[in-house]
């Protein structure tokens, strides 16, 4: 038997709790806490919409938009921006047409990846060198029944096609870059090669057409109401045109929605239910379910891994979809990217004045070909940390070193250490390549770690992650 997502919310707090209580299937309150859980991603992706537009760009669905520079601190549209990859912007409407994707020729042992995603932070489908992919046009079809890569029976002059299962979709390409101007120049033509056409289809359109200036309506904002509002106002609105790709869902998922106030594109909270306590619970329930231990492995030294099947593709954990929504919106699936989180989900590291961070390796972490691992700090707004050096993050293409002075990204052995300290309280030269400048006074920091390729002993337990220690600042 089929089990309802309210049901699913009021197990994961019955479990969590001393005493379960029972928890009624025909609750508006728990349908209301489902809806916001369930739609808050559609938030999300009016988030990456709304800075476009407010600098002015003239954002419109089907064209491909390039970044021309690495991200630097105040970037916008991106959650916990990576620092070293550069990043191109595809909304994708295929509520009339189909779209033919050209893939340019990167040069071999340069990462990139092309992400199919859904609007709700789904990654279910990825063009890149780790897949190895071949250059070439692909066709990007509506399928509302399946979805995937499809390189067997392909129309003539496509070298795939891509089935995708949703009206709406976002891409959140990135193309690795050292970040010196001549890196960054070549990047910016190798972007000019992702090229985005529509495509003619037969038969009547499977939704309206993505208007992205939506995002920029009172009604969709928390300009002048709570985001709590505008969450739900932005769900009602556009979840009829993204019903789940888990089919068997559909029923389901749509009969919760409606229980929770959502009819006809618009959100009427029912009577005598609380907002407020609603994403109270949803926050709750996406605790519950994210320690789980089959859910997210405890890895050593604080740290942990979410298993593969909760990441990236989320399926029907709805929970963890909106638990991932929250903080690192667009994930990639771990066969793509790894991303170890260090407390809980990325917690706070409070730094004080004069101390500082120091991460101890025992080894390099161990990446496939064409694929990179780098360490980035962020402030208390989830911003790269603004520093004179123009140093965001540490890895494994910047010049990081053994203690002896060989370079780590030879393919070295051993123990180095990473030092995370007050920008202006500089080092000893010995090191300069293993710092990474962190805002004066203290405060609050958070990391995280990516691995763009991890080969299976860096996710099945095998590697032994940094440790930390907080230590009084190094002064030269």
């Given at each position: 038997m089929k089990v309802s997502p309210i049901a699913v919310v009021c197990t994961l707090l019955g479990v969590s709790s001393a005493t379960p209580t029972p928890c009624p299937e025909d609750s508006a309150q728990e349908a209301l806490s489902f809806a916001y859980m369930y739609g808050f991603p559609l938030y999300a992706f009016g988030d990456i919409a709304r800075p476009l537009l407010a600098k002015g760009l003239p954002l419109r669905p089907n064209i491909n938009i390039p970044s021309s520079e690495p991200n630097e601190p105040g970037a916008v549209g991106v959650v916990r921006p990576n620092a070293d990859t550069m990043y191109s912007i595809l909304f994708m409407d295929l509520s009339s047409n189909d779209l033919k994707v050209t893939v340019p020729e990167v040069p071999e042992g340069?990462?990139?990846?092309?992400?199919?995603?859904t609007p709700y932070g789904d990654n279910l489908i990825n063009l890149g060198n780790l897949d190895a992919s071949k250059p070439g046009d692909y066709l990007v079809k509506y399928n509302s029944k399946s979805y995937g890569l499809q390189t067997k029976d392909v129309p003539e002059g496509y070298v795939g096609v891509i089935n995708f299962p949703m009206a709406y979709g976002l891409v959140n390409a990135r193309i690795v870059t050292d970040r010196t101007d001549e890196d960054v120049a070549i990047v910016a033509e190798l972007q000019k090669g992702f090229r985005v056409r529509p495509v003619r289809r037969s038969g009547k359109p499977v939704a309206p057409a993505l208007n992205l200036t939506m995002f920029t309506e009172p009604e969709y904002t928390d300009e002048n109401q709570s985001q709590y509002q505008a969450v739900m106002n932005t769900a009602a609105a556009l979840t009829p045109y993204l019903p789940p790709y888990i089919v068997s869902d559909r029923k389901s998922v749509a009969k919760d929605l409606k229980k929770a106030g959502f009819k006809n594109g618009k959100f009427l909270q029912p009577a005598g239910t609380d907002l407020a306590k609603a994403v109270g619970m949803a926050n709750k329930t996406a605790l519950a379910f994210a320690e789980r231990p089959e859910v997210s492995k405890d890895v050593g030294n604080d740290w942990s891994l979410i298993a593969e099947e909760y990441i990236g593709s989320f399926d029907s954990n709805y929970e963890m979809r909106y638990q991932i929504?929250?903080?690192?919106?667009?994930?990639?699936?771990?066969?793509?990217?790894?991303y170890p989180a260090f407390g809980y989900f990325d917690a706070n590291i409070p730094v004080g004045e004069g101390q500082s961070v120091l991460w101890t390796f025992t080894a390099p972490p161990k990446i496939k070909e064409g694929g990179f691992w780098s360490l980035t700090a962020y402030?208390?707004?989830?911003?790269?940390?603004?520093?004179?050096?123009?140093?965001?993050?540490?890895?494994?293409?910047?010049?990081?070193?053994?203690?002896?002075?060989?370079?780590?990204?030879?393919?070295?052995?051993?123990?180095?250490?990473?030092?995370?300290?007050?920008?202006?309280?500089?080092?000893?030269?010995?090191?300069?390549?293993?710092?990474?400048?962190?805002?004066?006074?203290?405060?609050?920091?958070?990391?995280?770690?990516?691995?763009?390729?991890?080969?299976e002993e860096m996710i099945d337990g095998t590697y032994v992650h940094p440790k930390m220690t907080l230590i009084d600042a190094i002064e030269g």
């Open positions: 340069r990462y990139w990846v092309f992400p199919f995603c929504g929250l903080t690192a919106y667009l994930a990639l699936k771990q066969s793509e990217c790894a402030g208390p707004y989830q911003d790269l940390i603004p520093n004179e050096q123009e140093k965001y993050m540490v890895g494994d293409r910047s010049n990081l070193t053994f203690p002896d002075g060989s370079p780590v990204e030879t393919g070295g052995e051993g123990v180095f250490q990473v030092l995370l300290q007050d920008q202006n309280i500089k080092p000893p030269s010995n090191w300069t390549n293993n710092w990474l400048p962190l805002n004066s006074g203290g405060g609050n920091i958070s990391v995280t770690m990516r691995w763009y390729g991890a080969e």
